[in-house]
């Protein structure tokens, strides 16, 4: 793994160690899509109007920003070295749930927190299934959650779909909070908040320990399986939150809502520099690289550019984005190799 | 698997049941399978009739292929999210392939969906054994630009059955002996991977690999090689089978097989494939396979309703990995009992 990763306190400060971090690379690449954007398609920013089409662009964040919500946490869970691929059925149950409560004739603030709670819920139930049965590799629990949850959506709702909400509850996807959209402005005060947790916090800390040796932290008096339990039910809760924010924009739900975002999700904290290894990454990368995709995407289509190419584009990048370090390491070796030989 | 007779039985010989059991594991899951298919046979009379049987095979034989490919993969420690994908695309460009060429022979087609495999499996391989990028991320990559691919070169049009000439849906529908060919195929596979697996070096070195990868790259295997190897041969298995995918359906589209990595993946879980590597069976695969296959042909026999079926699939799987972890302990607890001090 590349110095500039390296936590460690008595380490010299380098200049160049400091930019040649995974972050400051997600920066530029934030920075090329941007200006590539604009080059490419005129509606993306208005040289002449700045001030109009700086705000189309923070309008944009509300077309991406659904999922965002839930890569998050996700960063958490990569970081213990696991990982979650049952959030988008997740989403989809707590939406339906939602959805059908709400038909029902239950209140609609009184369904939301039902939704948060069914998101929860799931998410608890990963986590005491993985706790309890620490054998299990947390991919396939969730790969058997995942289908149960879509089951029991499916089975609520059949191929049938649930709408009709009160007006005020599309405020959560499309109003503003002063010139923020509203979303936009939860996802900043979410990203924020998340971290801090994992900067400044002990949990955080013990995260990073989780992912790097479990065992030694467990023996270390680490709470492993507390942790474990609070961060799946965290996954869980933000994808109840990112259900809340989807049916709001959509206006209705069906149980098929959501599908692939777990990978989405996971493509998202992984371009932003956490490594699947556990132990490493960082928030501030997730959140640069949650932009980064999301804006790819919405001047790509701005340009009609099909939808395909862009799977292309996302999917090399993530290749590439775990590839950089291992191409530096690889780099190295082969010098030190060159140098031994003469 | 009787609960009490097994208690009473595990008492004399000093054994938990679970032990027993343990030793027993494919027993166990075949008991089970029987079981779930007399439960059906005593709700719809039409279960054990030749049709139904021969159409519960044919339609687990893909599923069954690629849950052999994946073994290979798991056990060799890796994971491969990227054979939906693979499979859209070489069926895509077969039955493009097809459509233009009508006079074609089907076993053209299903060459060049497998060649197209190999070379999608081989992109997975090298980006997990050169670059040392994590499998589940370099095939989730890979997926993304299978798939967008397979959009591509189709136009986002479908191939459908009209535009496919008669001999190449007959490789689906046709029989030897009353029986589809789809089943022998499946049971070629089979046959050629139980040898592989445990008869030929290649096959023991996968295997080593996946237990120890210091260990075996120690002891002069060629870690890279065999895990490049893997992927490609998973690779030529979902090529292969997307062409029979096409086939069968009569239809190739752009989303094609989407998600049904995770089908392939829970048939190997269920066959008591260790998701860690190292180990996992042929048979244990054939009965993972043919217990996904029951289920989906039983519950739309007992009236289940459609919308059910996911939810019980996924019950069924986390019920199944519970209690092989259940299990497992039992088994290692009692292996530490028996050891002398």
Known sequence: ?342 | MSASEGYAKTRDSGETLFARIGKFREVGLFVFIILVMLFTQWKNSNFFTFENIDDLLANASILGILALGMMLVIIARGIDLSIGATLALSGMLAALTIAEHPTLSPWIAVLLGTAIGVVCGAFVGVTVSVFGVLPIIASLGMMYVFRALTYLVSGRRWVSAYQMSDAFKDMATGRWFGIRHYIFIALAFYVAFYYFTNHTRTGRRIYAVGSSPESAAISGIRTRWITWLVYVVMGAISGFCGVLWVAKFASAQGDTASGYEMNVIAACVLGGVNINGGSGKVGGVLLGTLLLGTLNNALPMINMSVFWQNAIQGAIILFAIIVNTLVKRNVDRSNLIRRPI
């Open chain 1, 1 to 342: 793994m590349p110095e500039a990763r390296t936590i460690s306190a008595d380490k010299p400060f380098s200049w160049k160690a400091f930019f040649l971090q995974w972050e400051w690379m997600l920066l530029v690449l934030f920075i090329l899509v941007q200006v590539a954007n604009s080059q490419l398609s005129s509606y993306y920013f208005n040289f002449d109007k700045p001030g109009d089409s700086a705000m189309k662009l923070i309008d944009a964040t509300m077309t991406f920003l659904d999922k965002a919500f839930i890569a998050l946490p996700m960063a958490f869970v990569i970081i213990m070295g696991e990982i979650d691929i049952s959030v988008g059925s997740t989403v989809a149950l707590s939406a339906v749930l939602m959805g059908v409560s709400n038909k029902a004739g239950l209140p609609m603030p009184a369904a939301m927190c039902l939704c948060l709670a069914v998101g929860t819920g799931c998410g608890l139930l990963n986590g005491v299934i993985l706790t309890r049965f620490k054998e299990l590799a947390p991919m396939i629990v969730t790969l058997s959650t995942m289908i149960i949850y879509r089951g029991i959506a499916l089975i609520i709702l059949e191929d049938q779909s649930v709408g009709k909400f009160p007006l005020w509850f599309e405020f959560l996807g499309w109003e503003y909070v002063g010139p923020s959209p509203f979303m936009l402005l939860a996802f900043l005060v979410c990203a924020l908040i998340y971290g801090v947790v994992l900067h400044k916090t002990t949990f955080g800390r013990q995260l990073y320990a989780i992912g790097s040796n479990r065992t030694a932290s467990y023996f270390s008096g680490v709470p492993v399986d507390r942790i474990r339990i609070a961060v799946y039910t965290l996954i869980g809760l933000m994808s109840g939150v990112t259900a809340l924010f989807l049916t709001s924009r959509m206006g209705s739900t069906r149980p098929n809502v959501a599908q692939g975002y777990e990978l989405d999700v996971i493509a998202m904290v992984v371009l932003g520099g956490v490594s699947t290894s556990g132990g490493k990454g960082r928030m501030i990368g997730v959140a640069i690289s949650v932009f980064t995709v999301g804006y790819l995407r919405y001047g790509l289509g701005l340009r009609n550019v099909s939808a395909q190419v862009l799977m292309i584009i996302v999917g090399l990048l993530l290749i590439f984005a775990v590839m950089v370090p291992n191409l530096r390491q690889m780099a190295a070796e082969w010098m030190a190799n060159r140098k031994r030989a003469v």
